[in-house]
């Protein structure tokens, strides 16, 4: 089973950058792909990004493409989230997710359905 732990959320201003970080532990050599949802007050979680280790590589929500990188190294033990030019309607609780479940439909990826472990959260808040 995978375990996942976020860190790197804070406040910044509009136009500011930041970075979070998820590290997965446990049986890593079962991790098909690590993504980042994030839940704004009053709002369903929505999906962000993701990497896939296998082939299909990493893919942006197009609400933040362009402005938000997904990288991660290749132990299929950690992802970053690279969130440039913030905007406050970014503001929410970030949530990094693991799943050591094979689909070979990529767009599934985009959804909840995958992913079996989750981190509890990180809080960004951009200040207008």
């Known amino acids: 089973q995978l375990q996942v732990e976020e860190s790197g959320g804070g406040l910044v201003q509009a136009g500011g950058s930041l970075r979070l970080s998820c590290a997965a532990s446990?049986?890593?050599?079962?991790?098909?792909?690590m993504a980042w949802f994030r839940q704004a007050p009053g709002k369903e979680r929505e999906f962000v990004a993701v990497?896939?280790?296998?082939?299909?590589?990493?893919y942006v929500s197009p609400s933040v493409k362009g402005r938000f990188i997904i990288s991660g190294d290749n132990a299929r033990s950690t992802v970053y989230l690279q969130m440039n030019n913030l905007k406050p309607e970014d503001t929410a609780v970030y949530y990094c997710?693991?799943?050591?479940?094979?689909?070979?439909?990529?767009?599934?990826?985009?959804?909840?359905?995958?992913?079996?472990?989750w981190g509890q959260g990180t809080q960004v808040t951009v200040s207008s």
């Open positions: 997710a693991a799943s050591s479940r094979l689909y070979y439909s990529s767009s599934t990826y985009y959804t909840e359905i995958p992913y079996d472990s």
């Open positions: 446990g049986r890593t050599s079962r991790n098909y792909g």
């Open positions: 990497k896939r280790w296998s082939g299909a590589g990493t």
